[in-house]
């Protein structure tokens, strides 16, 4: 029984002692550590990287991005995060992100910057559709081949010398060769595909040409055969646009919705067609409340999630006809969103004055409860 209990003693001796010998070292360990990394199940981290784009390929595996080309990747549902690539160059914002499965997906972002990966995010190459110095703010994949991005610009001078202008970019080679559509008087900034040749880009739509009167409105065009033609750009909803200010498509069958900002009234716009464009149901908000959207997300005919930069998730059931609030518990300036089914969803975004951080929630109640996984 003694000898037990000296054995006890040496052992717990040798313990504080290799406990004492940890302690000492992690200050070195902590100082010399990447600034992000794996966190232990159920921690949650604060990056001082604001966060704009998410999208998720299953309820667990997904990918957040943002400033200075950060891509974060989790495969178990927000619990656990890895750092898949910091880039710290001015021409590194991550604006969007578009996975096609677990491995392969498309970010794009700042000056041009367009990067591809086909192993989960391990790994990440420029692919360079030779666009110049044009955001890319928006991309969508829609098999290993295709895929679509985007940039326009809209001046807030309203002559013929100043059109809003954009291109609609294409690959069905996986990135290795590239065709476009330039466009004049309109400036498409969001776009959304469902499969190789049919592809939904929106954005400001010059609609009166005047220094003192002239405004842009909001606009569509439509692709249906690969981009080879595009339809003429129309309006959707005849309103002055708040030029520079994001914009979100998603298309679900027939069901295509669309957020943007009017600046002639003040308000917030949402968007919801029930038949593929043909007609709309259209709402607005006061900015004040609401703030600019940023985001829209389809997840059924009828049920469609929109965001903006506020705290607040707007959620409609009736196919856009009336919307409810639904709040997150910080005063999170919502970038985007995405719903892997009715009632599971994530959004990104930042927090804070001054030095801002990235934050990242989780739903599975339909937007009624949201828990801070990041």
Not at 24 to 30: F, G, I, Y
Not at 176 to 190: I, L, S, Y
């Amino acid at each position: 029984m003694k000898a037990r209990h000296h054995t006890r003693a040496l052992r717990a001796a040798f313990l504080l002692v290799g406990l004492s010998i940890l302690l000492l070292a992690l200050p070195v360990c902590a100082a010399t550590a990447p600034p992000t990394r794996r966190a232990a199940a159920g921690t949650r981290w604060t990056t001082t990287t604001p966060l704009k784009a998410v999208d998720f390929v299953s309820g667990s595996c997904g990918w957040a991005a943002g400033n200075g080309g950060l891509i974060l990747r989790t495969t178990t549902g927000g619990r656990t995060w890895t750092t898949q690539r910091r880039y710290r160059s001015a021409r590194g914002d991550i604006i969007d992100l578009s996975f096609v499965n677990r491995s392969r997906g498309w970010a794009s972002g700042s000056s041009g910057l367009l990067l591809r990966t086909t192993n989960g995010g391990a790994a990440w190459r420029v692919q360079s559709p030779s666009v110049g110095g044009d955001n890319l703010t928006s991309v969508k994949a829609v098999s290993s081949s295709v895929v679509w991005t985007c940039g326009g610009f809209a001046s807030a001078i309203f002559d013929d010398a100043h059109p809003p202008t954009g291109t609609v970019w294409r690959s069905g080679s996986g990135g290795a060769a590239w065709t476009h559509a330039d466009f004049t008087g309109f400036a498409p900034v969001a776009l959304d595909a469902t499969g190789g040749l049919t592809c939904w880009a929106v954005g400001p739509l010059r609609h009166q040409t005047d220094p003192t009167t002239g405004y842009n409105t909001f606009g569509w065009t439509v692709t249906t055969d690969g981009g080879a033609t595009w339809s003429p750009p129309a309006e959707i909803f005849n309103a002055p646009v708040v030029v520079g200010t994001p914009w979100g498509i998603d298309v679900r069958g027939a069901t295509i919705a669309v957020v943007g900002a009017d600046d002639g009234t003040g308000t917030a716009v949402a968007m919801v067609s029930a038949d593929g464009g043909a007609s709309w149901n259209a709402i607005t908000w006061p900015l004040g409340s609401s703030s600019i959207f940023t985001d829209v997300k389809v997840v059924s005919s009828t049920t469609v999630y929109a965001v903006g930069v506020s705290r607040i998730v707007w959620k409609t059931t009736d196919g856009g006809v009336t919307w409810g609030p639904h709040q997150l518990p910080a005063n999170v300036a919502i970038e985007d969103l995405d719903f892997v089914s009715g009632s599971t969803g994530y959004v990104v975004g930042r927090y804070g004055a001054g030095t801002e951080t990235g934050r990242v929630y989780k739903t599975t109640s339909g937007a009624t409860r949201w828990t801070r996984v990041r």
